[in-house]
Every structure is written in structure tokens, then in C-alpha cells.
């Protein structure tokens, strides 16, 4: 089982997946350590030929001169680790948030940045569904497993971006599989906790993913 890393960010490998991750991935397929590029791809296409899984994050190609399905006529999966938690308020109400413009409030939370968030998360998982599931359609075994949060359930209170994506996601999740019940496409979610990554010992608060 061929795998491995392809991003147009090359220092986003060992910043999402972190070392120990990289070594269990490594226990499971035959991964190569080399993060490609989409110029790798274009010019080495018969390289990438016998590859089935894809471990992507930030910068991942497909929406420029290369069709991801095209240059891996072997894929069976690609896992696609993208997100964000940017700090987006306090945590309580106190009187005078309402007015007040030195800290993060709800009243003056940044629409654009809640929107850059909820967007990442939710169209990063919307946007592959749409590019893979075409060629889903008519195959046996096929599966979609998108990663939700468990803060789908149980907000975390600085971040609402990030849970109401999340909450997006499950349900989508779910309407995603009575969507495809008659094709045989499975379309589940899972919803993990922290997970310990490079990027996990970052404050949110100065992220700017």
C-alpha cells in the first residue's frame, strides 16, 4: 500500500502530523517521507502511478492544472488534515462587552476571520466530497469519512468558528449518507479530541491558519 505526503506547503507535513503520527502512519503503508508538490506530479506523472493513499493538509493541489483522480488512477484514499482554531471571544459575557473594543468580545467578533474558519472547515470537507465522489459512483467499497470534532457536540467557548464548522460537518455527514444510501457509498464522520501535534503547543490566539 503506496502512500504519501502531497502538499504545495511542504513545512505544513511536519507541523500538522508531527513525528510520532509520521512513525505510525509509517507501521500501516508503505509511505514515502518526501512531501510532493503539484509540480512534482506534472513533472514525474508515471512516479505517482501505483499510489493509494494521499495525506494532504494546508496547500493540497487539485483546483489548478492537475486532476487529482487523473495522476492517481490507484488512489483508494486520501486524508486531508486542514482546520483552524483562531481565538474568537472571550469566554463569559460581562457587562460592557457590548461596547467595549480593547478584547474579543461576541459584539466584536471578526466576521471576515469567522468566515475564513468556518469556511476552511466545513467547504475543506464539502469541496473533495464533490471532486471524489464522481468517480465513487458505480464501484463497490466505496467509503467517505469526513473528521468532525468532538466540539461538534460540546463547544469549546473561545472558538466558536471552529465548533459551529465542526457542528456543520457532522450534519452534513449525515445528510451526505441518506444522499448516496441508493449508491453504496458509505459516509461516516469521526469526532477526536486534541490531538497531539506541533501545531497543538501553539496559542491559538496568534494562529493565522
Given at each position: 500500500?503506496?502512500?504519501?505526503?502531497?502538499?504545495?506547503?511542504?513545512?505544513?507535513?511536519?507541523?500538522?502530523?508531527?513525528?510520532k503520527?509520521?512513525?505510525?502512519?509509517k507501521?500501516?503503508v508503505?509511505?514515502?517521507?518526501?512531501?510532493?508538490?503539484?509540480?512534482?506530479?506534472?513533472?514525474?506523472?508515471?512516479?505517482?502511478?501505483?499510489?493509494?493513499?494521499?495525506?494532504?493538509t494546508?496547500?493540497?493541489?487539485?483546483?489548478?492544472?492537475?486532476?487529482?483522480?487523473?495522476?492517481?488512477?490507484?488512489?483508494?484514499?486520501l486524508?486531508?488534515?486542514?482546520?483552524?482554531?483562531?481565538?474568537?471571544?472571550?469566554?463569559?459575557?460581562?457587562?460592557?462587552?457590548?461596547?467595549?473594543?480593547?478584547?474579543?468580545?461576541?459584539?466584536?467578533l471578526?466576521?471576515?476571520?469567522?468566515?475564513?474558519?468556518?469556511?476552511?472547515?466545513?467547504?475543506?470537507?464539502?469541496?473533495?466530497?464533490?471532486?471524489?465522489?464522481?468517480?465513487?459512483?458505480?464501484?463497490?467499497?466505496?467509503?467517505?469519512?469526513n473528521?468532525?470534532?468532538?466540539?461538534?457536540?460540546?463547544?469549546?467557548?473561545?472558538i466558536?468558528?471552529?465548533?459551529?464548522?465542526?457542528?456543520?460537518?457532522?450534519?452534513f455527514?449525515?445528510?451526505?449518507?441518506?444522499?448516496?444510501?441508493?449508491?453504496?457509498?458509505?459516509?461516516?464522520?469521526?469526532?477526536?479530541?486534541?490531538?497531539?501535534?506541533?501545531?497543538?503547543?501553539?496559542?491559538p490566539?496568534?494562529?493565522?491558519?
Amino acid at each position: 500500500m503506496k502512500a504519501i505526503f502531497l502538499t504545495n506547503n511542504k513545512g505544513n507535513i511536519d507541523y500538522v502530523y508531527g513525528e510520532k503520527n509520521i512513525e505510525r502512519l509509517k507501521a500501516m503503508v508503505d509511505l514515502d517521507l518526501t512531501p510532493y508538490c503539484e509540480q512534482d506530479i506534472i513533472a514525474s506523472p508515471d512516479k505517482f502511478a501505483d499510489v493509494e493513499y494521499i495525506f494532504s493538509t494546508w496547500g493540497m493541489p487539485g483546483g489548478g492544472e492537475i486532476k487529482l483522480t487523473e495522476y492517481f488512477p490507484s488512489l483508494k484514499c486520501l486524508f486531508y488534515a486542514a482546520g483552524s482554531i483562531r481565538y474568537f471571544a472571550n469566554e463569559y459575557f460581562e457587562k460592557g462587552d457590548e461596547s467595549r473594543d480593547d478584547i474579543l468580545t461576541f459584539f466584536n467578533l471578526d466576521k471576515s476571520g469567522f468566515d475564513f474558519v468556518f469556511d476552511l472547515n466545513m467547504k475543506g470537507v464539502l469541496l473533495p466530497t464533490q471532486v471524489f465522489a464522481v468517480d465513487m459512483i458505480g464501484r463497490e467499497g466505496c467509503s467517505i469519512v469526513n473528521i468532525s470534532s468532538m466540539n461538534a457536540y460540546t463547544p469549546l467557548t473561545k472558538i466558536p468558528a471552529y465548533s459551529s464548522a465542526k457542528a456543520a460537518v457532522s450534519n452534513f455527514t449525515q445528510w451526505l449518507a441518506t444522499h448516496f444510501a441508493g449508491t453504496g457509498i458509505r459516509c461516516n464522520s469521526v469526532n477526536p479530541s486534541s490531538i497531539a501535534t506541533p501545531m497543538a503547543k501553539i496559542d491559538p490566539a496568534t494562529l493565522n491558519m
